[in-house]
C-alpha cells in the first residue's frame, strides 16, 4: 500500500499570510506513460464533507480560490494557501489515486493564529 | 445541480448487517465510477470500495473484502453498500463520493479521486 504522510498535523496562521502543507508518498505516483502525479487535495469543514480542491497535484478544481495552489511531483508535495482567509479554517487531506487500496494521509488541521 | 443523498445507516450490534445506499441525481449516474469512503469519529478518510459506471469492476479495501458488496442500479441512480459481519470498527460516517471522469474505469481498475461527496450517513457498531 502506499502510505502517505502529512505535516504537520497542525498548523496556525494570522489572517492574511501563507500556510504550507506537505504531502508525501511511500512511493512515486508519477506515472510515466502521461506525467502527472496521481494527487488530490481536499479540505474538510467541521461537520461537513470533503470539498476537492486540487488533482493531478496542481489542477485547480473548478471554483476554487486561486489563492490555492498544489505543486511537488513524484513523492513530495505541497498545498499552499498564498493568503489565510478565515473561511479557510478546516482539515486538509491529500490522497493518492495511483494504485489500490486508494490512500489519503492523515489531515492537516489549519487554524487562525 | 449534483446530488448525492446516502441513507441507511444506524445502530447494529456486531455480527450485524445494514445496507446503505446512495441517491444520486444532477448526472449521467451509469456514466461515472462511484466510491465509498468512511471516516471514523474524529478521525481520517478511508476509502472502502469503488465500482466502475458499468458495475462490472469492483475494488475494495482489504479491510472490509468478503464482508461489504458494493453495487449499483443505473437504472434507479443508486449506489449501494451490503455491509455483513460488522465490527465496532467499522463505525463512521459513510460517504458516497463521485470520480469526476465520465467512462473511466468501464471495465478496468478505478484509479478514482472524488469531486462530489454526499453529506454521509452514520453506522455505529455496537452492543
Known amino acids: ?27 512515486s505516483v508519477l506515472y510515466s506513460s502521461n506525467y502527472k502525479n496521481y494527487l488530490a487535495w481536499y479540505q474538510q469543514k467541521p461537520g461537513q464533507p470533503p470539498k476537492l480542491l486540487m488533482y493531478w497535484a496542481s489542477t485547480r478544481q473548478s471554483g476554487v480560490p ?30 493518492q489515486y495511483y494504485d489500490t487500496p486508494l490512500t489519503f494521509g492523515g489531515g492537516t488541521k489549519v487554524e487562525i493564529q | ?4 443523498l446516502e441513507s441507511g445507516g444506524g445502530l447494529v450490534q456486531p ?48 479491510s ?22 460488522l ?7 459513510y460517504y458516497c463520493a463521485k470520480d469526476p471522469r465520465p467512462n473511466y474505469c468501464s471495465s478496468g481498475v478505478c484509479y478514482s479521486f472524488f469531486d462530489y461527496w454526499g453529506q454521509g450517513t452514520l453506522v455505529t457498531v455496537s452492543s
Open chain 1, 1 to 27: 500500500d502506499i502510505v502517505m504522510t502529512q505535516s504537520p498535523d497542525s498548523l496556525a496562521v494570522s489572517l492574511g499570510e501563507r500556510a504550507t502543507i506537505y504531502c508525501k508518498s511511500s512511493q
Open chain 1, 66 to 95: 486561486d489563492r490555492f495552489s498544489g505543486g511537488g511531483s513524484g513523492t513530495d508535495f505541497t498545498l499552499t494557501i498564498s493568503s489565510l482567509q478565515a473561511e479557510d479554517v478546516a482539515v486538509y487531506y491529500c490522497q
Open chain 2, 1 to 4: 445541480e449534483v446530488q448525492q
Open chain 2, 15 to 62: 455480527g450485524g448487517s445494514l445496507r446503505l445506499s446512495c441517491a444520486a441525481s444532477g448526472f449521467t449516474f451509469s456514466d461515472y465510477a462511484m466510491s465509498w469512503v468512511r471516516q471514523a469519529p474524529g478521525k481520517g478518510l478511508e476509502w472502502v470500495s469503488s465500482i466502475g459506471g458499468s458495475g462490472g469492476s469492483t475494488f475494495y479495501a482489504d
Open chain 2, 64 to 85: 472490509v473484502k468478503g464482508r461489504f458488496t458494493i453495487s449499483r442500479d443505473n437504472s434507479k441512480n443508486t449506489l449501494y453498500l451490503q455491509m455483513n459481519s
Open chain 2, 87 to 93: 465490527r465496532a470498527e467499522d463505525t463512521a460516517v
